[in-house]
Nanobody, 125 residues
């Protein structure tokens, strides 16, 4: 069983920045899994924000392209999401996810079988 623990959420004003982190419990040197960030605002469906392959290839939702950067440090079993120029519409609970085998889009929630508990991001205008 893989455990994912997010941190780094908080409250910022529009235009501000935050960096989220997600530590994985996988410690056997295996870094072949996909990782991703999702978010869910109240009353809305969970949506993919950004995903990254084991080798560092990244994909982003159109709404965050140019503002968010996903990265991973396999030696530290840690996933990051650098969020710049935050907007009120970025307000949501942000979740980290992982999976070893994905076919198709990396931004589908159903593609992932391991999830963290989430960290809240609130952006005020």
């Amino acid at each position: 069983q893989v455990q994912l623990v997010e941190s780094g959420g908080g409250s910022v004003r529009a235009g501000g920045a935050l960096t989220l982190s997600c530590v994985s419990s996988v410690n056997n040197g295996d870094s072949t899994y996909y990782m991703a960030w999702f978010r869910q605002a109240p009353g809305k469906e969970r949506e993919g924000v950004a995903a990254i392959t084991a080798s560092g290839g990244a994909v982003y939702a159109d709404s965050v392209k140019g503002r968010f950067t996903i990265s991973r440090d396999n030696a530290k079993n840690t996933l990051y999401l650098q969020m710049n120029v935050l907007r009120p519409e970025d307000t949501a609970m942000y979740y980290c996810a992982a999976a070893w085998d994905i076919r198709g889009s990396l931004l589908r929630p159903s593609a992932y079988n391991y999830w963290g508990q989430g960290t809240q991001v609130t952006v005020s205008s």
